[in-house]
């Protein structure tokens, strides 16, 4: 796969997956129809910040272990592609009809919505599991873990900061939107198709 060829796979599947509601977005939402559109951008913030953290973990990690070992580049291969199957199986078998936003922060930062928002990443091992599994695949063979990471982290981090300034700024509109059961349904099961075709490609894949 060529460079080219990486970022627009990429950017296209990180865009999916963006516009997929989950947490980050049920937050951003219900922040600006409660609070208002500036802290609702604060916890936007907060949550990029967390994709960043996320992402310096796995690629300190990510790149000293890909270095050092074919055998663990072959282990971690094998551990995505049966994680993204196993999410791509769950979304297509049973799409969410809803989604909601489960807080558990504590009280001592429920006025701080940055911080609200990078603990809610930072604090989601689901999201290192993620990055792990999903980021490796568009990483150029030849090329270093570690600044391919931190290049893919951005992308998303920039789609993702995009999608919450338009959640922000057309709350109303996006709150009755993601209200709907079929546009639940029918995200999800996209999502679910993009994870299984990224399954099967990481799984086919060579160092």
């Not at 599991?129 to 990471?149: K, R």
Request: charge should be positive; aromatic fraction near 10%; charged fraction near 10%.
């Amino acid at each position: 796969m060529t460079v080219y060829d990486s970022l627009l796979a990429f950017s296209l599947a990180a865009l999916l997956l963006t516009l997929t509601p989950g947490l980050d977005t049920a937050l951003i939402v219900r922040t600006a129809c409660a609070e208002g559109g500036k802290k609702a951008f604060h916890a936007a913030l907060g949550i990029d910040a967390g994709c960043f953290i996320w992402g310096a973990l796995v690629a300190l990690g990510l790149g000293a272990l890909l270095a050092v070992s074919a055998l663990a580049y072959t282990v971690v291969k094998v551990c995505g592609a049966l994680w993204l199957c196993w999410l791509g199986l769950q979304l297509l078998r049973r799409p969410r009809s809803s989604f909601i936003c489960h807080d558990g922060n504590t009280a001592l930062h429920r006025n701080n919505w940055f911080i609200r928002g990078l603990l809610g990443n930072v604090l989601n091992p689901k999201m290192g599991i993620f990055y792990v599994s999903f980021l490796p695949q568009f990483i150029p063979a030849g090329h270093s873990p570690l600044i391919w990471t931190f290049i893919l982290v951005s992308i998303h981090v920039a789609l993702g900061t995009i999608w919450s300034v338009t959640l922000i700024l057309s709350t109303h509109f996006a709150a009755a939107l993601l209200k709907k059961q079929r546009v639940i349904r029918v995200m999800d099961r996209a999502t679910g198709g993009l994870f299984l075709c990224f399954a099967a490609k990481l799984a086919l894949s060579s160092r």
